[in-house]
């Protein structure tokens, strides 16, 4: 399984209520938070398939990055630790 990092801005804050399933679907899929808007997950499906899964709980001016983690990382005062994964 690959190792990835999904980050997002989401552009309407009038209606950040909305996002609750996109929440959701990330904890589903395993997805632990590590920044306010960066989640990092296990999957052995590839970016391209995360991105399409997740976008559909976003609106169009949304914005979404998901990059494979490789072995050169690093990271401090994290929400969750990635070495927990």
């Known amino acids: 399984m690959a190792l990835y990092l999904v980050g ?3 552009m309407n804050h009038k209606t950040q ?3 609750g399933e996109l929440m959701s679907e990330l904890k589903r899929l395993g997805a632990q938070k590590v920044l306010l808007s960066q989640w990092v997950l296990q999957s052995n499906v590839d970016a391209e398939a995360i991105r399409d899964r997740l976008r559909k709980f976003m609106h169009e001016d949304d914005r ?3 990059a494979e983690i ?3 990382w690093a990271s401090c005062w994290t929400l969750f630790s990635i070495n927990e994964l």
């Open 8 to 10: 997002y801005d989401l």
């Open 17 to 19: 209520g909305e996002y």
């Open 64 to 66: 979404m990055l998901v």
């Open 70 to 72: 490789t072995n050169n």
